[in-house]
T-cell receptor, first 109, second 116 residues
């Protein structure tokens, strides 16, 4: 099976940088994805890491270390609209995606 | 390209009733997965369909079932509703999916079900 652990809540100031960590236990690993979900909205894909290292997409970056079973999502130049829940997720066996419980990010002025 | 659509968006049912939810994937996508989202349990995988066949199933009771049509549209059904079935039901589509295949899953807006 697979489980993914991430902090439940994070608060950060507008314009700052925030890092959301995700540790996983896996019986087979095919990479780590990150999704964003605004209240009342659908999860939307942000980033994927299949190999170790950093992937950058605009203000968002994601990092993976397979040897440490660890990844993180980095959000730079935070904006109020970044207030949302962020989920790490990974395939597990025959399950397309197993999700972490999500990290609720609050961006304050 | 139109995104994943789900109908209805909101639904209120009473215990013991049954409900059918519908999902239309992105055109060309053949894999459709269903997830249940609740505050307590988060996002949990229900089942996945590909080419009209259930390819994978999560750990949910048999009251939860689904099917997929030849046009890749999918429905899920919950019979004998319980209060705990109140949740946001999300469907997601991808091109092919399958074990070990890394593809982005595109989610629909979900159906919010309230069981009274």
């Amino acid at each position: 099976g697979q489980s993914l652990e991430q902090p439940s809540e994070v608060t950060a100031v507008e314009g700052a940088i925030v890092q959301i960590n995700c540790t996983y236990q896996t019986s087979g690993f095919y990479g780590l994805s990150w999704y964003q979900q605004h209240d009342g909205g659908a999860p939307t894909f942000l980033s994927y890491n299949g190999l170790d290292g950093l992937e950058e997409t605009g203000r968002f970056s994601s990092f993976l270390s397979r040897s440490d079973s660890y990844g993180y999502l980095l959000l730079q130049e935070l904006q109020m609209k970044d207030s949302a829940s962020y989920f790490c997720a990974a395939p597990s066996g025959n399950t397309p995606l197993v999700f972490g419980k999500g990290t609720r990010l609050s961006v304050i002025a | 390209k139109a995104g994943v659509t789900q109908t209805p968006r909101y639904l209120i049912k009473t215990r013991g009733q049954q409900v059918t939810l519908s999902c239309s994937p992105i055109s060309g996508h053949r894999s459709v997965s269903w997830y249940q989202q609740t505050p307590g349990q988060g996002l949990q995988f229900l089942f996945e369909y590909f080419s009209e066949t259930q390819r994978n199933k999560g750990n949910f009771p048999g009251r939860f079932s689904g099917r997929q049509f030849s046009n890749s549209r999918s429905e899920m059904n919950v019979s004998t509703l319980e209060l705990g079935d109140s949740a946001l039901y999300l469907c997601a589509s991808s091109l092919v999916g399958g074990p070990g295949v890394q593809e982005t899953q595109y989610f629909g807006p979900g159906t919010r079900l309230l069981v009274l």
